[in-house]
């Protein structure tokens, strides 16, 4: 089906550009939510007369997306999730996830608007896309962790899961010096035959 763009779409084209597009993407997301006309003369008169209006109206929103996004672009956030011994989450952090943890710091975020390309499912700091606008694109980072203590140590840096592994290490290499040095065991003292 050929539609006239009403905004810019991701992978489609810009405002104004006339597109072809599958039926049901266009029955179904372009021209519901006012993305798009159908392309055909009259669509075209109407388009052309409210081509001014259009454009100063994406211009506003743009502006507005820009506006918002300066104070969120950048800015840490922390999830408090559970998770096993290896770090996997037991679930997942999903879009509706990250607009929540925003919306309650002040922002405003649709779940849509939030980009991820696959669930996150570990802990760490995960750096996240909110999409504001056709043209306005920020990064927030996500620092999921078990607990406050082990957001903060990740936010300074440090790999929790190396670490917890590095320290469960340390103590089974000292119980086996313990052992090797008489801990268990040996006894000291003369055994008569």
Same mark, same amino acid.
């Given at each position: 089906?050929? #539609? ?5 779409? !991701? ?34 008169? #109407? ?15 743009? !502006?507005h ?43 405003? #975020?649709?779940?849509?608007m ?35 203590? !082990?957001?903060e ?6 790999? #929790? ?33």
């Open positions: 089906m050929k #539609v006239i763009l009403l905004e810019r779409v !991701e992978g489609r084209g810009a405002l104004g550009d006339v597109v072809t597009v599958k039926d049901g993407f266009a029955r179904n997301y372009l021209l519901p939510r006012g993305k798009a006309l159908r392309a055909n003369a009259a669509s075209m008169k #109407v388009f052309e007369a409210q081509r001014a209006e259009l454009e100063a109206r994406n211009q506003r929103a743009r !502006e997306a820009a506006k918002s996004g300066e104070s969120l672009d950048g800015t840490t956030y922390i999830l408090i999730r559970q998770a096993g011994e290896s770090g996997q989450l037991y679930g997942s952090v999903s879009g509706r996830d990250v607009a929540d943890i925003i919306n309650d710091a002040g922002g405003k #975020v649709e779940r849509s939030v980009v991820l390309d696959k669930p996150i499912k570990t802990l760490g700091l995960h750096e996240v896309k909110v999409k504001l606008h056709a043209e306005v694109t920020v990064t927030v980072t996500l620092n999921i962790a078990r607990s406050e203590d !082990e957001a140590r990740q936010a300074r840096g440090e790999n #929790v899961i190396e670490s917890q592994f590095a320290e469960e290490r340390a103590a089974a290499e000292e119980t086996a010096q313990d052992l090797l040095e008489g801990g268990a065991g040996q006894q000291d003292g003369d055994y008569g035959d």
